[in-house]
């Protein structure tokens, strides 16, 4: 483990997913946006595995483009422009994880977030789709308008997961002070 994994959410996402994720899974990033963890995942699955992202904005699937022919990925990632609220629409593979970035696209329209109704909707896909020991991770940026509610509903909503399905953890970073973003991790037993 490199220490510094831990001093950014998506770091320590990668370190648990790199644990996690491996050759051929299928696998699903429920927010693209800039196709961070779309390329994270692609190296982890290889070739013959599957990454499927979802976005609402075109600029994310763009970017996203953009990112993964920069680095010559091609085969491994699809990439759809629609709600991750309808991920059952697209997926009947069981899927091995998931990531989910909550907030907004980084260097774009700070008004299209993430909303508690659509996210808690596609966990709850994920979760059905995810297999035994399994893992989603969603990192909670929750400064902006808004984001402190679908914070409290997304934690609310995976503190009730029943403990005899799923592991449950809360990360935080607790010495930081404004609204530094958390991480929660859920694992299928
Ligand atoms: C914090 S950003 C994600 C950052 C991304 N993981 C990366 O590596 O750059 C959140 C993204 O969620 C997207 N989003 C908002 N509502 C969504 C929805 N219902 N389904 C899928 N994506 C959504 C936003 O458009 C935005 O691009």
Redo the contacts with the bound molecule.
């Keep these: 483990m490199n220490a510094k994994s831990i001093v950014k959410i ?1 770091g320590l996402t990668q370190l648990i997913m790199s644990n996690v994720i491996v050759k051929g899974d299928i696998v699903i ?10 390329l994270f995942l692609a190296n982890l699955v290889e070739e013959t595995g599957k990454v499927i992202s ?4 075109e600029k ?1 699937i763009m970017n996203t483009k953009q990112l993964l022919e920069e680095h010559n990925i091609n085969k491994q990632v699809e990439l759809i422009h ?4 309808n991920i059952e629409e697209y997926i009947s593979d069981e899927i091995s994880g998931a ?1 989910f ?6 260097k ?1 329209d700070t008004n ?4 508690s109704k ?2 808690i909707k ?1 966990i709850q896909s994920c979760l059905k789709l995810l297999k035994k020991n399994g893992i989603i991770t969603i990192a909670i ?1 929750y400064g902006h308008e808004g984001g402190e509610e679908e914070k409290n509903n997304v934690i609310d909503y995976a503190s009730a997961l029943d403990k005899k399905l799923y592991h449950v953890m809360k990360m935080d970073y607790i010495n930081q002070k404004g609204t530094p973003p958390l991480l929660i991790v859920i694992m299928k037993k």
Excluded: R, V
Aim: charged fraction near 15%; glycine fraction near 16%; avoid cysteine.
């Design positions: 998506t990033d429920g927010t693209m946006g800039n196709g961070n963890d779309t979802f976005d609402i904005q994310a629609d709600g991750h609220e990531i970035n909550l907030g907004y696209l980084p774009g299209l977030i993430t909303k659509t996210t596609a940026y």
